[in-house]
């Protein structure tokens, strides 16, 4: 009995050890996040926290474990004739993987330009996209959501504006949208959450068949344990 529980705890603790490279879905490749004026444009250094704040343009983004998050807004008149704010991310998908993008847009201006838009695509394949532009200005809200296969995939947020005619008005648009990830191959007695009971069945048939198979190879070992403990206490639709 003491001899099982030592290799019980050995599983346990090897698993744990290997938990971070499953827990992390969103895994960056490129990005390219920036505000932009006429005079100034600042860009994000690297893929930490952005906060940026310039003269009609600005954005607030994140680049986290199993989403992206941003907000950004921009507006134009008479010294800002282009402005920009504008999220772009490429990331990798090493397993399959639900997801839900949901985003809200406002485009208003009179004579002056102003798009707000969203865009999502495997890289080098066809894309959910939606654009909200003058003259058909006002607020939009739009929601999508699916299944993911590995590979490499695109997410692109920007609001812009231009007026070449400062007279007659300015314009303004705003984006807000977040991407989040949900994988929940390891809700075993499907209940709707990964929980003691998934963590129990996988053990019961550890080394000795597929029922506790999380990652789809065909049997039940450090790898299957592993994506359990990383999706643990994870709500699943």
Same mark, same amino acid.
């Given at each position: ?7 019980? $705890? ?10 971070? !490279? ?79 993008? !949901? ?12 798009? *707000? ?43 812009? $504006? ?23 191959? !390891? ?16 053990? *019961?048939?550890?080394? !000795? $068949? ?22 643990? $206490?994870?709500?699943?639709?």
């Amino acid at each position: 009995m003491a001899h099982r529980s030592l290799k019980c $705890g050995t599983i346990v603790i090897s698993a744990l050890l290997s938990v971070q !490279a499953f827990a992390q879905l969103v895994n960056p490749v490129s990005q390219n996040r920036y505000v932009q004026n006429t005079s100034t444009t600042v860009t994000a250094p690297d893929f930490g926290h952005f906060q940026a704040s310039i003269v009609c343009a600005s954005q607030t983004s994140d680049i986290l474990a199993n989403s992206l998050q941003a907000v950004g807004a921009i507006c134009t008149g008479d010294t800002q004739r282009i402005t920009r704010s504008h999220y772009g991310v490429i990331f990798d998908l090493s397993v399959p993987t639900d997801y839900t993008l !949901a985003c809200d847009f406002t485009a208003n201006g009179s004579t002056a330009f102003a798009e *707000s838009s969203v865009q999502f695509r495997p890289v080098g394949g066809t894309d959910i996209h939606f654009h909200l532009v003058t003259p058909v200005s006002g607020e939009r809200h739009v929601s999508f959501s699916g299944s993911l296969q590995p590979g490499q995939y695109e997410l692109i947020l920007y609001a812009r $504006g231009s007026n070449a005619d400062p007279i007659g008005g300015g314009s303004n648009g705003s984006f807000s949208g977040t991407l989040t990830l949900v994988r929940c191959t !390891a809700d075993l007695n499907i209940d709707g959450i990964v929980d003691l009971t998934d963590l129990s069945l996988l053990l *019961s048939c550890f080394g !000795a $068949g597929s029922c506790g198979d999380v990652d789809a190879d065909g049997d039940s070992d450090l790898s299957d344990l592993a994506q359990l403990l990383a999706q643990f $206490g994870q709500a699943c639709e």
